[in-house]
C-alpha cells in the first residue's frame, strides 16, 4: 500500500523546489493586490456570478397544465399506474416453539 505524504512534507517538499529555482537564476514577480484577478486588465465576467442582471427563464406553464391534467384524470378514473398488478407470491412463515426456536416452515397463500 502507498504512504500519502504529510502536510508538513508536502511543505518540505515544495520549500526546497522554491529555492531550488530561485538558486538556478529563478525568480519571484510581485504582483499587486487583487491584479492576478483581472484577464486583459478587467475582472473575467465568468467568476462574478452575481453581478449580471438576471435572464429570462423559460415559460413553463403549459407544460404543468399538460401535468395536471394527466394527474387529475388519473384521479378521477381512480386507475393506478401499471406497477404491481402481478399476482401475488406464497409468503415463507416460519413457526416457532414456546422457547423461540424454529420448527418448521410454511407457504401460506394470502
Not at 3 to 17: F, G, N, T
Not at 41 to 57: A, H, I, Q, T, V
Not at 75 to 89: F, L
Request: with cysteine; proline share 5%; charged share 45%.
Amino acid at each position: 500500500m502507498k504512504k500519502h505524504r504529510s502536510k508538513r512534507e508536502l511543505r518540505e517538499q515544495l520549500d526546497q523546489e522554491v529555492r531550488d529555482c530561485l538558486d538556478h537564476g529563478g525568480e519571484v514577480r510581485q504582483v499587486d493586490r487583487g491584479e492576478s484577478g483581472l484577464v486583459d486588465g478587467r475582472y473575467n465576467d465568468r467568476s462574478l456570478g452575481f453581478e449580471k442582471p438576471r435572464e429570462s427563464r423559460t415559460p413553463l406553464a403549459d407544460v404543468l397544465k399538460t401535468l395536471e391534467l394527466r394527474k387529475e384524470q388519473r384521479r378521477q378514473t381512480g386507475k393506478k399506474p401499471a406497477s404491481g398488478n402481478r399476482p401475488k407470491q406464497p409468503r415463507k412463515k416460519i413457526i416457532y416453539d414456546d422457547f423461540g426456536e424454529p420448527l418448521r416452515v410454511i407457504w401460506e397463500d394470502d
